[in-house]
């Protein structure tokens, strides 16, 4: 799904955010740090260290996932973004897309 948005040219740049630790999914086993291994090894062995697709860890040293408005308020305070921000949340992935345009 990351590389369609970047090649339907939706957005500029996508970042892939895997949740953090979720009590109230007591069937997801896998930690958040090795989920952000994963999607790191997916995004760097899929695509080039150019192709505009990244993984943040944004919620990877929280002690539990962030609600969708405090993850956006967290990432304006740390990231300077200028331009319009799109969030695509994938619940089934358990992990969020945040697109750049």
Known sequence: MACEIINSRSADEVWIVPCGP???K?????????????CHLAVDTTFGARYPIKVCDFEVHEEKALATYHLMKRIKQQVCITT??????????????????
């Not at 997801?28 to 994963?38: A, D, E, Q, S, W």
């Not at 921000?85 to 697109?99: A, D, M």
């Open 84 to 101: 319009t921000v799109n969030f695509v949340f994938l619940s089934f992935l358990v992990f969020g897309f945040l697109v750049i345009q």
């Open 26 to 38: 007591p069937t997801l086993k896998t930690p958040v740090f090795h989920r952000y291994i994963m």
């Open 22 to 24: 979720r009590p109230d």
